[in-house]
């Protein structure tokens, strides 16, 4: 069991949980993630390790509410606990000392690539951040990300904050004001897309971090198979991180929505259960 | 008594019907009752030299065993049982016994061999069901500590064995729940999760502690378990790396390896709607593969809604490396066999969903490395077969999310652990290894074998420090 020590709505239906895991806390590095269930009868739901505190022993999840095991994990209140948390897993990012490194965030994608920025910058690394969401109220982290980046740009869909437009139309222009060494790009599976097709234009190696369906994290069943460079490659051992150059996007979009139907069905119903009971 | 065992036919266990078994998750045969094992017991020859003995990879008495069951002695039967297997509940319903103890009967000679298997489930399942536990009493502590990686049947046999002999074992297990292949892998309706519960929790009565949601190779490595005062660690996590086909199409979705659709169907319970496991089901499905692994995917299709479930295999029905039970029970229940056929391609609709796989026929050549006739393809005879639902079970590679933690450890060519055939010892000062991380993907007893040796040499290093 593994406690909550805290529960907080960072952003509309996006929630942080900081959990007590002294041992995944002493190993976690960034870009490696846990699978997180959260009672006996759930799924195992892969998430990136947004922080990770080895001193007090806990690590930082976020995620944002979609379906019913995301509802399930924003009910629990601090003091609660998972039933299980397994990692750190996936490979670790390779962090180094660059000129220039430009991160660029979408959605939960942010909580993700928050602990790489920070790694870049803690190895001497000048990092600019580029982050977006549909609007000023989805976005998250942008203070923590301000205090680590040289420049902090935003991008919403609807101009509530920052520039309005989406993430690549910042990267461009940044791309044509100075040169990068590499291009850390990670969010929903077709800005990861529209990034890497305008990274590779400017010749950019460009990191990105695949979400695929997951169970046991360990490379034992294959259900995240994910094909790069027209090769066969499991996420979560193999990866969460690729090439984004060398990544089948369409594919990945496609294998997500394996279970769209089911996952819509079980939300409904969870909804009108818990509904009922009031 | 040879005479005797002529007379007296075979005993079979009866079973649940196919009609009905066909959907439901219920364990098939239902095992001897006390009459039909004394019946079976008595068909024994008590041989001088037991060749079934010879036949067991962990060489479990039977002739004592058998007698002691022909006395009614239930109890000594399963100690004695006990003293050279660790899951005989286990073993009793899913070791493939034609070929090993069985196999090895005299009586197979002329006739029907001894069920072996079905007798020693007999005696086991009494002494569950009469929750016994306590076979650890009075053993005396070495004080030295052993961890074992992985709960799976060789990993619970060393610590098993090594927990009988005074070593404090932890057993660390990346899952939730403790049990590896018994429990992911073989579904409920051949191997119930009670039993594993059953033998795990007599584990832990005999001292063995679990530690779940572990990967080792990742939050901790073998180094960091001696600096935490192991004396010893035990390498058996198995194989676990899904080999696919390589074929086109083969990511549509509704395409999925016999790993992911078993572990949802059985660790995650998905055929049990309390859980929120999705698992796709499809009305035609095709599975790929012809061992146990492929029967276990194909009955457990067929038990979550399947209507037409064909076994797609490249080979004959000789070669098949299934259990003769398994074959027989998938047979029965209607699953069709399409023998001397290959996929080479999956079609996918619009949506990316499988919507068919296209196969070619294939006729035998001439013999193989493995002894097997070589299949070979036979040029323009390609046809598809239209599925929703396609399960991959050809087998698998070996994992690398604990080798690749430790240099040190010598691999073979193909990733698996290098270790002694006899002991199980590796590469690395106090660090053992078996099972399907060593030999490539096998069966539990020879897992469970693998263990039993090297739980002997762990002891026996542990006792010259």
């Known amino acids: ?278 | 008594m040879a005479d005797k065992a002529k007379k007296i036919p075979r005993q079979k266990m009866p079973e649940q019907k196919p009609e009905i078994r066909r959907s439901n998750f219920k364990e098939v045969p239902f095992g001897f009752d006390k009459e039909t094992a004394l019946l079976e017991a008595s068909r024994c020859l008590k041989c001088k030299k037991p060749s079934c003995v010879e036949g067991c990879p962990v060489s479990v008495p039977i002739p004592q065993f058998i007698s002691l069951i022909l006395e009614e002695k239930f109890d000594d039967a399963i100690a004695e049982i006990r003293k050279k297997n660790f899951l005989p509940a286990v073993c009793g319903r899913v070791c493939p016994q034609e070929n090993q103890c069985e196999g090895s009967c005299i009586l197979g000679k002329k006739g029907t061999p001894v069920a072996i298997g079905a007798l020693e489930r007999f005696a086991a399942d009494l002494e569950i069901n009469a929750g016994k536990k306590d076979v650890c009493l009075n053993v005396k502590k070495t004080g030295r500590k052993v961890a074992v990686v992985g709960s799976g049947p060789s990993g619970l046999t060393v610590a098993g064995d090594l927990a009988l002999k005074g070593y404090d074992v932890t057993v660390f297990e990346a899952f939730h729940k403790a049990g590896g292949v018994l429990v992911y892998g073989i579904p409920e309706f051949r191997l119930p999760k009670t039993i594993v519960e059953y033998e795990i929790e007599k584990l832990k009565s005999c001292g063995v502690k679990f530690v779940l949601n572990y990967v080792i190779g990742k939050i901790k490595t073998i180094n960091d378990l001696f600096e935490e005062g192991f004396d010893a660690v035990y390498i058996g996590v198995g194989a676990g790396l899904p080999s696919f086909l390589n074929i086109e199409g083969e990511n549509f979705n509704g395409v999925f390896s016999a790993n992911e659709y078993l572990t949802r169907a059985n660790l995650m319970k998905a055929y049990d709607s309390d859980y929120d496991t999705p698992i796709a089901v499809g009305d035609n499905v095709v599975v790929v593969g012809a061992g146990n692994v492929a029967m276990d995917a194909a009955r457990t299709a067929l038990r979550l809604g399947g209507k037409n479930v064909s076994i797609v295999y490249r080979r004959s029905r000789e070669e098949m490396p299934a259990r003769a039970e398994e074959l027989h029970h998938a047979e029965e229940e209607g699953i069709d066999f399409k023998l001397l056929t290959n996929p080479v391609k999956v079609l996918g609709d619009e949506n990316g969903r499988i919507k068919g796989v296209e196969c070619i026929k294939m006729e035998l050549g001439e013999p193989d490395d493995s002894g097997r006739r070589r299949p070979v393809e036979i040029k323009g005879s390609e046809f598809v077969i239209d599925c929703d639902l396609m399960i991959i079970a050809v087998g698998s590679g070996a994992n690398p999310v604990l080798t690749r933690s430790e240099k040190d450890l010598a691999l073979t060519k193909r990733g698996y652990v290098e270790a002694d055939s006899e002991t199980g010892k590796t590469s690395v000062k106090g660090v053992w290894a078996g099972g399907d991380i060593v030999t490539g993907q096998a069966t539990v007893i020879m897992a469970m074998g693998a263990g039993r040796k090297a739980a002997t040499d762990i002891d026996r290093y542990l006792s010259e420090l």
């Open chain 1, 1 to 278: 069991m593994y406690e909550i020590l805290k529960r907080e709505e960072i952003a509309e239906n996006i929630i942080l949980n900081e959990i007590k895991a002294a041992d995944i806390a002493a190993k976690a590095k960034p870009g490696q993630f846990v699978l997180v269930k959260a009672n006996e009868q759930g799924e195992r739901i892969p998430l990136t390790i947004s922080m990770s505190d080895k001193s007090k022993g806990t690590i930082t999840i976020i995620y944002m509410v979609v379906g019913k095991s995301t509802k399930i994990f924003s009910s629990l209140d601090k003091g609660d606990f998972f039933e299980d948390v397994i990692g750190p897993l996936g490979m670790p990012t390779h962090i180094e000392k660059l000129d220039r490194v430009i991160c660029v965030g979408g959605g939960t994608g942010i909580a993700v690539l928050y602990p790489i920025a920070k790694g870049f910058v803690e190895k001497g690394s000048n990092v600019d951040v580029i982050l977006g969401a549909r609007n000023k109220n989805l976005l998250i982290l942008k203070d923590e990300m301000d205090n680590i980046s040289k420049n902090l740009m935003i991008c919403t869909d609807d101009g509530s904050d920052g520039r309005k437009g989406f993430v690549t139309d910042a990267l461009k222009d940044e791309l044509e004001k100075e040169k990068a060494d590499l291009v850390v790009a990670i969010g929903p599976v077709m800005m990861m897309k529209a990034v890497s097709e305008l990274t590779k234009k400017y010749n950019v190696k460009t990191l990105v971090s695949l979400n695929p369906i997951m169970i046991d994290g360990t490379g034992m069943c294959g259900c995240c198979r994910v094909s790069i460079g027209g090769k066969t490659k499991f996420a979560c051992v193999d990866g969460p991180e690729f090439d984004g150059h060398e990544v089948d996007f369409n594919e990945l979009q496609m294998r997500l929505r394996a279970y769209l139907d089911r996952e819509k069905k079980s939300l409904e119903d969870y909804n009108c259960k818990i509904s009922g009971n009031r």
